[in-house]
């Protein structure tokens, strides 16, 4: 099993819509969680940081739950903007912030 | 802000060629990383320094060399490239301590024939 497992997509969705990604992570003990967006032949970019009670960034929403060992991103009234590849990523236990990156979910917006 | 600046952007060489990548930030980061990117898979950890005069090794470390030659400067080194190196690789740095994120430089496109 992948320590990181995304669904590779591509989401096709229209403008205005809603979308969600989960993302499944295999070691318990994974200390913290970041969902990077990533465009096209450009670097990954943090998108937000996820924690344990939920948080919201605008139309971005992430949800961590520990239990299931799942992260998840909801993307509200998407965007042609919103276009990219995003990455579940997650910091597993041993210290030295050596993160660990999901393959990435593919998102299209279209008109 | 610069951020993580990489050099070259795109690079070719010939197999047992030699070659070596830059990378600075000027974000006063502890910890620097380099990591490769292949088609369908996540970014792997090639090296790593968590401060200035330590490395270490990552996921996949074999064929390549780094060297943290201060604080802002961390490069990675491939001896005798080899047609699997080629990739996309990105360095990133980072504040020290836990759930730090990471701040990627924009990518050294690699080719080996």
């Known amino acids: 099993r992948k320590e990181v497992e995304q669904d590779p997509g591509p989401f096709n969705v229209p403008e205005g819509a809603t979308v969600a990604f989960n993302c499944t992570y295999s070691n318990s003990a994974s200390q913290s969680f970041f969902w990077y967006r990533q465009d096209c032949r450009k670097e990954p970019k943090l998108l937000m940081s996820v924690y344990s009670s939920g948080n919201e960034d605008g139309r971005f929403t992430a949800q961590l739950n520990r239990a299931s060992q799942y992260i998840s991103l909801l993307i509200r009234d998407s965007k042609l903007s919103d276009s990219a590849t995003y990455l579940c990523?997650?910091?597993?236990?041993?210290?030295?912030?050596?993160?660990?990156f999901g393959a990435g979910t593919r998102l299209a917006v279209h008109p | 802000n610069a951020g993580v600046t990489q050099t070259p952007k795109f690079q070719v060489l010939k197999t047992g060629q030699s070659m070596t990548l830059q990378c600075a930030q000027d974000?006063?980061?502890?910890?620097m990383y380099w990591y490769r990117q292949d088609p369908g898979m996540g970014l792997r950890l090639i090296y790593y320094s968590a401060s200035e005069g330590t490395t270490d090794k990552g996921e996949v470390p074999n064929g390549y060399n780094v060297s943290r030659l201060n604080k802002r400067e961390f490069s990675l080194r491939l001896e005798s490239a080899a047609p699997s190196q080629t990739s996309v690789y990105f360095c990133a740095s980072s504040s020290s301590g836990k759930n730090q994120p990471q701040h990627f430089g924009d990518g050294t496109r690699l080719s080996i024939l």
């Open positions: 974000m006063n980061h502890n910890s």
């Open positions: 990523v997650v910091n597993p236990p041993g210290g030295y912030n050596k993160l660990i």
